[in-house]
């Protein structure tokens, strides 16, 4: 009787740190501005490992990660040479000008925030999670032999 249920507790802790890793494999996707259901996905298909593996060596979309910066306040694009810089910066690390600096924008930037992109996404995220952790319950309950 005791063995079964320390087998059924270690299914559990297999299958909640699969889906820890595959969240973590998600995360690191979209630190590189890549489809973190994406990797999370793929994690949860072929394993943890596998998809951390392929987020940690896949490209980063450099572009995405700049938009969503520029989208957030966080950067701005210099007026002379288009790098991407601090939005706080007075002078361009890339080309040495002097850029206007944003600190008048910065009061506003709170009140936009809620109607940007990334607002919107961190709802989506916070969605998907809720989600997701309704489904480890679920599998827990089932293993449990609940339902
Ligand atoms: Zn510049």
């Given amino acids: 009787m005791l063995g079964v249920k320390e087998e059924s507790d270690m299914e559990i ?3 909640a740190s699969w889906i820890i890793f595959s969240i ?3 995360v690191i996707a979209k630190h590189k501005g890549r489809s973190a259901i994406g990797f999370f996905l793929l994690c949860l298909l072929l ?4 998809g951390i593996i392929a987020a940690l060596v896949s490209e980063p979309n450099v572009a995405k990660l700049e938009s969503a910066r520029i989208a957030s306040g966080e950067s701005k694009k210099c ?18 000008r002097e850029v206007s600096s944003a600190s008048s924008s910065s009061s506003t930037t709170g009140l936009i925030y809620e109607h940007t992109p990334e607002f919107k996404e961190m709802r989506t ?9 309704a489904a480890v319950l679920l599998i827990i309950i089932v293993l449990k032999g609940g339902l």
């Fill in 125 to 133: 995220r916070a969605l998907i999670i809720t989600a997701i952790v």
């Fill in 47 to 50: 394993s943890p490992l596998i």
């Fill in 79 to 96: 007026p002379y040479c288009a790098e991407i810089i601090k939005r706080e910066a007075t002078v361009c690390r890339y080309c040495g």
């Fill in 13 to 15: 802790a297999i299958i």
């Fill in 24 to 26: 973590i494999g998600g």
